[in-house]
């Protein structure tokens, strides 16, 4: 029938229009459902058209004539509906394109719209009390007429095929068909519309399976890197710890490298002494340990030690043990009485910040230590410079990390937590020499210096301190930095 099929199509948009709260996609499924229903029923009625339409067509020229007018009324109707429904189909693809960011604007336009689809479906509901009367006269007339505007374009193909036998039926119903054609251009550029926007939707939809797939991918991807830096971070931590520890063995094998040649320094000096003492001249073949010439006799040279250093001046000569060897460390208690400018330059340090009283001072000489020290300083000089400090030693926190620490004021390692007392009431303290090198701020929990850049661990800074800019407290963590001159004993 001619208006049937609009009126279903406009029920079903009215129906979806209804349920503003229904999924979008139900009701593009029920659009293409009636899209569906209609190509189903173009395909059935195609093939029998033509020759109905021989039959039928002429006698119902008439027929269709006095129709006509009744139907003008239902054409407009179903005109205004088609628009309301192209607007409402625009409006839809809108709210799909900006459903995220408009969705209370698009429940405010569905409550309105849902009031307007209220009022049209009394308006509809009017219409087709009124077009029952005509529908139960026409309903043949309405099928084939129907027919006639979905299948005209495929029974245009069909019609100039038969030309010949239908011209007079082409010329009555020329300004038929004209009227026929644009409203069948209408209806196809609708299903053009409705196919492509399927295709727009299906389309929208494998992009997003793909885009979920390549997420997906890149998730794994970045799990297995993820995995892989987490290996390799064991790996360099292994390697570090495997260096870490080569590098102490190195260091131990250096201790006894310059353990033996401190004793070798000590037993050159002597034999020096000796020799120096007794009357006559160097004997030749004596064994040349370095380059530098310290004196020049009759029968050959005195050089230098190889072994880098050279112990202070102001150092007397180790005492032995009962072996007969030179004792390791050897303390040596500074005469107040004399005010030797040595005793007065660590009292005048202590004093600065500290104003207990300094029952003694003694110097500290431990050759061993000492060539550590200055191996270690010798190196820092050469690569960026030592920036060797004098600090004071009796904190026993771990506030800045887990290595030895050191104070520019005697007044705060002076503090009984730092210094505590021993049976006697007196408490110790020690002026130290430190290679501070490069520093930066440190924190708890520190077991080595932190690293200049996260890409490099083996770059390291070579103490922290407490605060940045004017450092007061100092923190090493390698013992070969730091070197105890003084042990000050005060009350």
């Given at each position: ?10 029920n079903?948009c009215?129906d979806s229009?209804?349920?503003p709260?229904e999924n ?10 009636v ?9 059935e009625?195609g ?6 339409a021989r ?6 020229t008439?027929a269709?004539v006095?129709?006509?007018?009744n139907?003008n009324h239902t054409?407009l109707?179903?005109?205004?509906m088609?628009?309301?429904l192209k ?6 693809c ?13 429940e405010?336009e569905?409550?309105e ?5 209220e009022?049209?479906k009394?308006t509809?509901?009017?219409e087709?009390?009124?077009?029952n009367n005509a529908?139960e006269?026409?309903?043949?007339a ?5 027919l006639?505007k979905?299948e005209?374009?495929e029974?245009k193909r069909?019609l100039r095929?038969?030309?010949g036998?239908?011209?007079k039926l ?8 004209r009227?026929?054609?644009?409203m069948?251009e209408?209806?196809?550029q609708?299903t053009l519309?409705c196919?492509?926007l ?10 997003n399976?793909?885009?979920?797939e ?6 794994e ?10 290996q390799?971070?064991?790996q360099?931590?292994a390697?570090?710890?495997t ?6 063995q190195?260091e131990?094998?250096?201790?006894r490298?310059?353990l033996n040649?401190t004793a ?8 020096s002494?000796?020799e ?6 160097i ?5 040349a ?7 020049r006799?009759d029968?050959?040279n ?6 880098g250093f050279?112990?202070p ?9 009962s ?8 303390l040596?208690e500074l005469d ?7 005793y ?7 004093r ?9 001072i003694?110097?500290v ?7 550590m ?5 010798q ?5 960026k410079?030592s920036?060797e400090?004098?600090?004071?030693h009796g ?5 800045y ?7 520019e004021d005697?007044s705060y390692s002076?503090?009984?937590k730092y ?5 006697s009431g ?12 490069e520093?930066t701020?440190g924190k708890?929990g ?5 690293a200049?850049?996260?890409n490099d661990l ?16 100092f923190v ?5 930095q ?6 000050i004993?005060f009350r």
């Open positions: 029938m001619e208006n049937e099929v609009p009126i279903s199509a406009v079903v009215m229009e209804e349920q709260n979008h996609d139900f009701k593009r499924y029920k659009l293409s459902q899209l569906s229903s209609f190509e189903q029923k173009l395909r009625k093939t029998c058209f033509v020759n109905d039959l039928t067509l002429f006698p119902w008439q269709l006095s129709v006509e007018e139907l054409r109707a179903f005109k205004e088609e628009e309301t607007t409402e189909n625009r409006n839809m809108e709210m799909l394109a900006n459903e995220i960011c408009l969705r209370n604007q698009r405010q569905f409550r719209k849902e009031s307007m689809l009022e049209t009394k509809l509901e009017k087709k009390i009124s077009r529908e006269e026409l309903e043949e309405k099928s084939v007429s129907m006639m979905i005209m374009c029974a069909k095929e038969t030309e036998l239908l011209d082409s010329q009555s119903l020329a300004e038929e068909e009227l026929r054609t644009g069948e209408e209806l196809k609708e519309s196919a492509e399927k295709k727009r939707l299906e389309i929208e939809r494998l992009t399976q793909s885009y979920q390549v997420v997906r991918t890149k998730e991807a970045f799990k297995v890197q993820l995995l892989q830096l987490k390799e971070q064991k360099k931590t390697l570090e710890r260096l870490s520890r080569l590098e102490t190195m131990v094998e250096r201790n490298l310059i040649q070798l320094s000590a037993a050159q000096e002597k034999l002494e000796y120096r003492r007794q009357p006559g001249t004997p030749r073949g004596e064994i340990l370095g380059e530098k010439i310290l004196s006799g029968g050959g005195v050089r230098k030690g190889t072994f050279l112990l001046t102001y150092w007397i000569l180790q005492p032995k043990d072996q007969d060897l030179e004792k390791t460390v050897h040596v107040r009485a004399s005010g030797t400018q040595e007065k330059n660590v009292q005048d340090r202590f600065k910040t500290c104003p207990n009283q300094i029952v003694k003694e110097r000489q431990n050759p061993a230590l000492f060539g020290y200055m191996i270690r300083k190196k820092m000089d050469k690569a410079g920036n400090l004098w600090l004071f904190t026993a926190a771990t506030m990390g887990n290595g030895v620490y050191f104070a005697a002076a503090q009984s210094s505590p007392a021993d049976a007196q408490r110790y303290m020690y002026l130290s020499r430190v290679l501070v090198g520093f701020l708890q520190l077991l080595t210096p932190p200049k850049n996260p083996t770059d390291t800074y070579d103490s922290v301190v407490n605060k940045i800019p004017n450092p007061k407290i090493v963590f390698y013992d070969w730091c070197y105890p001159e003084y042990l004993t």
